[in-house]
């Protein structure tokens, strides 16, 4: 059963960084993406990073490049999300996500598995 738990989330002021984590576990992750998305209240759930895990190729939002790197660890098959220069507009409950293949990385709809979800707060 996969297993996807995600962490690192809190308050931080405007211009203040976090770096989430997604422990992934419960088979190899070879041949799948992993992705990163949020979900602020009242609005759609919404793509932030991706990153293929056999590659480690990533893909971004416009909205987050250059503030926020997806990277993975293969030893301990975690996945982060580094995100600095944070803005009140990325307050959000942030995702992490697997997909086999990875044809549909941007969309939610691709996706096998999902975690619970890591709340950001940024303060202005």
């Known amino acids: 059963q996969v297993q996807l738990v995600e962490s690192g989330g809190g308050l931080v002021q405007a211009g203040g960084s976090l770096r989430l984590s997604c422990a992934a576990s419960?088979?190899?992750?070879?041949?799948?993406?992993m992705g990163w998305f949020r979900q602020a209240p009242g609005q759609e759930r919404e793509f932030v990073a991706a990153?293929?895990?056999?590659?480690?190729?990533?893909y971004s939002a416009d909205s987050v490049k250059g503030r926020f790197t997806i990277s993975r660890d293969n030893a301990k098959t975690t996945v982060y999300l580094q995100m600095n220069s944070l803005n009140p507009e990325d307050t959000a409950l942030y995702y992490c996500?697997?997909?086999?293949?990875?044809?549909?990385?941007?969309?939610?709809?691709?996706?096998?598995?999902w975690g619970q979800g890591t709340q950001v707060t940024v303060s202005s």
């Open positions: 990153i293929r895990w056999s590659s480690a190729r990533t």
């Open positions: 996500a697997a997909q086999r293949g990875g044809s549909s990385y941007n969309t939610p709809g691709g996706y096998d598995y």
């Open positions: 419960g088979r190899t992750f070879s041949g799948y993406v």
